[in-house]
């Protein structure tokens, strides 16, 4: 079955630096891979999609890069900022078969933004 | 405002009460799903339905039902709950057929079976 995986379950960095998380698939080839904010106790928040045809993606601080032959995307906040701090999901969804409403997440990764 | 809405938000039962958890979104999306969310095992689609009367199964349906006659709504249903249920659960909407796009969050039912 499909597998996804966030390369780490927590990431410390200094405020104004930036973070880059990694979001890494096996079995299938997505169409699209989206990438959500967590804060504690509350629901996910949509941030940005990218297509499998698309190399880049950008929106104000945030950037995401898919590269369907390594099987990877990554995401970067440029200049963090503590406000930043959450729990960060990348999602992918399948186009094919009956599996278009599938939705797959990773389990996160903590980013801590420190003053 | 535009929102999911869930009820209710805290729920303590015991094994074998049946319960339903309601979700509703004021969108008009077409798409709508249940998640839960456990500790180390992230978050797991359990159903999600791409319009009315159409449901499917996400990675972990045993034990749930869902339902979907209206549009706006989307209601959990555990007929017999077990403590491995216990967990915090997320309804979501999107506004394609696909729900490939952003989905919208609720703001989550965190249900504990006893």
């Known amino acids: 079955s499909q597998k996804i995986e966030q390369n780490s379950e927590a990431l410390n960095i200094q405020e104004g630096k930036t973070a880059t998380l990694t979001c890494n698939y096996t079995?299938?080839?997505?169409?699209?891979l989206q990438w959500y904010r967590q804060d504690p106790g509350r629901g996910p928040v949509f941030l940005l999609l990218?297509?499998?045809?698309?190399k880049e993606k950008r929106k104000e601080r945030l950037k995401v890069t898919f590269d369907t032959t390594l099987k990877q995307s990554l995401f970067h906040i440029t200049a963090s900022q503590p406000a930043d701090s959450a729990t960060y999901l990348c999602?992918?969804?399948?186009?094919?078969?009956?599996?278009?409403?599938?939705?797959?997440f990773g389990k996160g990764t903590k980013l801590s933004v420190k003053p | 405002e535009a929102q999911v809405t869930q009820n209710p938000r805290y729920l303590i039962t015991v094994t074998g009460k049946k319960l339903t958890v309601t979700c509703s979104q004021n969108?008009?999306?077409?798409?709508m799903s249940w998640y839960r969310q456990d500790p180390g095992l992230g978050l797991r689609q359990i159903y999600y339905?791409?319009?009315?009367?159409?449901?499917d199964k996400g990675d972990v349906p045993e034990g749930y039902k869902v339902s979907r006659k209206e549009k706006r709504n989307f209601p959990l249903i555990l007929e017999s709950p077990s403590p491995n249920q216990t967990s915090l659960y997320f309804c979501a909407s999107s506004p394609t057929t696909f729900g490939i796009y952003e989905q919208y969050f609720g703001p989550g039912t965190r249900l504990t079976v006893t």
């Open positions: 339905s791409m319009n009315v009367e159409v449901t």
């Open positions: 999602a992918l969804s399948m186009n094919y078969g009956g599996s278009q409403g599938n939705l797959i």
């Open positions: 990218i297509r499998e045809n698309e």
């Open positions: 079995n299938y080839s997505p169409a699209y």
């Open positions: 969108m008009n999306h077409e798409y």
